[in-house]
């Protein structure tokens, strides 16, 4: 039995909006995975808590803007601690342009107004598979 996948949902900054991340740590935890919520936290808080929390995952929930700088401190901080193998996603309102950019830094997905917890879940499950995978 492997160990269970480990998720870190954030909201940083001030960004108080956390109905919807809420309620996908829920979905999360029913899933089987292991789930650590922070609020209010900057990009190197953020990457400080990854690494404390050993995390496969880590999940950035946007509804009031200013999300751009924070992926890209957020990017350049695990990278420079060696954990840019963790999957990275983005959720919440996150304009379409803002979206394209994010994925070729390397965002796995964007997960908007109404998506389903399922298909975040099933993509987190592949891509963590696939890297436990990788690493046998």
Known sequence: ???PIRVLLAKPTQDGHDRG???????????GFEVIFTNFLLASE?????????????????SS????PVFEDLIAGLKEIGLDDVTLLGG???PADDEKQLKEWGIAA????????????ELIQENVGKARENAA
């Open 1 to 3: 039995m492997s160990d």
């Open 21 to 31: 991340v809420r309620y996908v740590a829920k979905k999360f935890r029913d899933a």
């Open 46 to 62: 953020i990457v400080a808590t990854a690494l404390e929390e050993d995390v496969n995952v880590i999940g950035v929930s946007s």
């Open 65 to 68: 803007g200013g999300h751009m």
């Open 92 to 94: 919440g309102v996150i």
């Open 110 to 121: 964007i997960f908007g107004p109404g998506t389903t917890a399922e298909a975040a879940i």
